[in-house]
């Protein structure tokens, strides 16, 4: 049963007790006028219908349903600026989330990115609830070969509350590997809820998150701290030694990462920044460039995620010797 056919299943029970309830006072004699049979159970009914009927709606249409809660978003009227936050938020990271995931499918990032198209589902009371679904874009938008990826982006964004279940209290569990093989999708997934945890900043203090068919999991500033130190130090599995070469486009420096472009015999790389200053990193963009350090691959043994440790900038009719 859909959360909406619960709650209308509701409604029609709270409706059928009062049709019940005057029925029954007729036949006791009892002189009960419809404001008083209505009465008893209208503070329910408004719950169904105000409360219940729109986040049901809302879980049943949506990839992604965020709560927020916290003091700025604690009444019927929230601080515009805390919902501001929530969808302004959600928005970037969903749209970062998925350019990653067409970079990695050496898929054309920005032009995808674009023509997500990206639906507010409906906002709920409740603290907010907020959802978000990604639809399929005009066939004008994008090309058919391409489809696919925008459901695998549906999915990665319907995996994000399993994946938080991973989040312990100091560290991630490393149970998360075997929940996702890739380490670059897993890497992209971590990024994402890293960027929905709430800073506290806004009067929001905990994002509740659910998807379809997934418990909902709670991110706090707590899980955003250990987000972070495992963003900055990644302890995925077993890596290896090794150097590619391939064309750096632009980098996330808030994250430390970038995508090294057409590595031979492997497409797009993810690569971690490590302990390379960003100012650095800066000279980085645009250039064709050697990466050197310990790399992660995915079941098939193709290199997915570098933790990079040095780099060199090359010309482009170089062909260094590579490991």
């Known amino acids: 049963m859909s959360w909406t056919e619960n709650a209308d299943h509701a409604l029609r029970m709270l409706l059928e007790n009062m049709v019940a309830e005057g ?9 009960a006028t419809p404001a008083q049979i209505v009465g008893a159970s209208r503070e329910m009914l408004l719950d ?7 986040l049901a709606r809302i879980m049943d249409t949506s990839d992604l349903v965020l709560h927020a809660e916290g003091p700025s978003v604690k009444d019927a009227s929230p601080k515009l600026n805390a919902f501001n936050w929530l969808t302004s938020t959600a928005e970037r990271t969903i749209r970062r989330m998925s350019g990653n995931l067409f970079d990695l499918s050496s898929r054309d990032a920005k032009h995808l990115s674009r023509a997500l198209d990206l639906r507010l589902t409906g906002i709920a009371r409740g603290s907010i609830y907020a959802g978000f679904s ?11 070969e391409d489809e696919p990826i925008i459901l695998s982006v549906r999915e990665a964004l ?3 509350p399993e994946v938080s279940q991973f989040i312990q209290n100091e560290h991630i569990s490393r149970e998360i590997n075997e929940f996702i093989e890739d380490p670059a999708l897993r890497d ?25 068919g997934t418990r909902s999991a709670k991110l706090s500033q707590r899980e955003r701290i250990v987000l972070r130190e495992a963003l900055l130090s990644p302890k995925g599995g077993d890596r290896k030694p090794g150097a590619f070469a391939g064309e ?10 970038f ?7 492997i497409g797009n790389l993810r690569c971690a920044i490590g302990n390379i200053e960003k100012n650095e990193a800066k000279n980085l963009i645009g250039e064709y460039v050697r990466v050197e350090g310990d790399y992660e691959s995915n079941r098939e043994g193709k290199p997915r995620l570098m933790m990079v440790h040095s780099f060199e900038m090359l010309q482009r009719d170089s062909q260094p010797d590579l490991v």
């Not at 029925?23 to 002189?31: F, H, I, N, P, S």
């Not at 169904?48 to 729109?54: D, K, Q, T």
């Not at 750096?248 to 430390?256: F, P, Q, S």
Request: proline share 8%.
């Open 23 to 31: 029925l029954l006072a007729k036949q006791v004699g009892v002189d």
């Open 48 to 54: 169904v219908i105000n409360c219940s009927l729109p």
């Open 134 to 144: 990604i639809e399929t874009p005009a066939p004008d938008l994008i090309a058919p």
């Open 158 to 160: 319907r995996q994000l």
């Open 188 to 212: 992209t997934a971590m990024d994402a809820l890293y960027r929905l945890s709430p800073t506290g900043s806004v009067g929001i203090h905990t994002i509740d998150i659910a998807s379809p």
């Open 248 to 257: 750096v486009r632009e980098i996330d420096l808030d994250a430390h990462r």
């Open 259 to 265: 995508h090294l472009r057409g590595v031979a015999g």
